[in-house]
């Protein structure tokens, strides 16, 4: 289990614990966070999961690979460095803190 922060465009924040096992999408899915729209299931196929890691766990993460790389592309505003697809971050105990920011929308 991993407590995330989930940071609303607008600044608020929404701390939950969230399985591991399960992506940090379906975290913010199953606990109503609002900002993570997740359109395509955790497919990998759209950017509606898109989010800007917290600097203090860019290099905490796993790499991106090729296809998330292109999908978020098509995403709004990223950040070659901080933007992740929360489909592709399988929460595990070293997730524990991770703190995430929407985007000011999804598309």
């Known amino acids: 289990m991993a407590k995330i922060t989930y940071v609303e465009f607008g600044g608020k924040e929404h701390v939950v614990d969230v ?5 940090v999408m379906e975290g913010a899915r199953d606990n109503g966070i609002p900002g993570i729209e997740a359109d395509c299931g ?3 196929a ?7 890691v917290d ?7 796993p790499a991106k690979d090729a296809m998330e790389e ?4 098509f995403a709004f505003e ?5 933007s ?4 592709q971050l399988k929460v595990t105990d070293a997730l ?4 995430v920011q929407m985007p000011e929308k999804q598309i």
Not at 46 to 52: G, K
Not at 55 to 61: M, S
Not at 96 to 99: H, K, P, T
């Open 55 to 61: 600097d203090a766990w860019v290099e905490k993460l």
């Open 78 to 82: 990223p950040d070659a460095t901080k």
């Open 84 to 87: 992740r697809l929360t489909c």
């Open 42 to 44: 955790g497919a990998c």
């Open 46 to 52: 759209c950017s509606t999961c898109h989010v800007y």
């Open 19 to 23: 399985a591991n096992g399960l992506t």
């Open 70 to 73: 292109d999908m978020l592309d």
């Open 96 to 99: 524990d803190g991770l703190r």
